[in-house]
């Protein structure tokens, strides 16, 4: 019988399926299709809102334009034109780098983006950093006496800094601090980290322990429960047999077979971070974007916020890459599969 040629779909299919079945590429479609997902959640819920760029610029006086003056001004922020053709515009425009343009600041989004993002990851980095710093140690302390009195204070401070709201944490801390001690840098002029890096970190520390609060309890719990496991496996048992040091054993040994779910905590956590610190940055006056998307929201500026959420999401898809590329360097067996 003789071989299939080579355009024939018996070889062609492998291919394809080999080729979409590849980790990269499945993981590279499933960013592009959450990218597409969230570019057209954040365009409808924008629509649904009551009221447009014309009632939020002009504010009662919008009730005084002749129908010529407002299908004037429809048409000069391309509201006259149909949902879908306003859609397939404004993101054709993005992918090739035009992000829209902000009336109220009167510069494009991509400069005011490329303002906003580098102050929020600074501010999630540090409050990642201090929510590590805190939450690891406090999980492998509680996980070494199950139930006993370092587990129950660490239980109980994780279920306090979930059930404490940011705005609440923020509003206290500042209170108590800028009334009983005087300290509140955040009312000066913010200060960028390569102007002024002393006030620069003075004004992110407030919102950095802020959110590092609520981020340490996941952190504390997944420590703990992933101690906990790695500790019951016969290679633990069989280190401290051999008389390995308690320290030793602990970090070397324990916690580094435990580093996965932490690290995907972690992850998680600093995606949710690039978006999530809006309460946080506007208490504290952070000009970060989280700040910039809740003033287009005010402001309905649908270019503003539509483009600066889809930034949002693709920071957080990029975490996500580089917390699987992490799983890489920590597991061997991540590797070999």
Known sequence: MADPSPRSPRRLRPLRAGLLGHPVVSRLLGAVATLLGVAVLVFVLLRLVPGDQITANLGTEAAALTPAQRQALEAYYGLDRPPLEQFLGWLGSVLTGNLGWSGRAQVSVLDLTLQALPITVELAVLAIALSVLVGVPLGMLAARRPNGVPDTLGQGASLLGLSLPAFLIGTVLLSVLSYRFGFNPNGQAFAGLF?????????????????????????IRTTRAAVLEVRGLDFVRTARAKGVGERRLQVRHVLR???????????????????????????????GIG????????????ALVQSTVLVIALCFVLVNLLTDLLYRLIDPRVRLS
């Open 291 to 302: 700040r910039q998307v809740l003033l287009g929201i005010q402001q309905k500026e649908y």
């Open 195 to 219: 102007d002024d890096p002393v006030r620069n970190l003075q004004q992110m520390l407030l919102p950095a322990v802020t959110l590092a609060i609520g981020i340490s309890a996941p952190i």
């Open 257 to 287: 077979n435990a580093l996965v779910p932490i690290v995907t905590m972690t992850g998680l956590q600093l995606g949710y971070l690039l978006g999530g610190a809006i309460v946080v940055e506007q208490i504290f006056s952070v000009p």
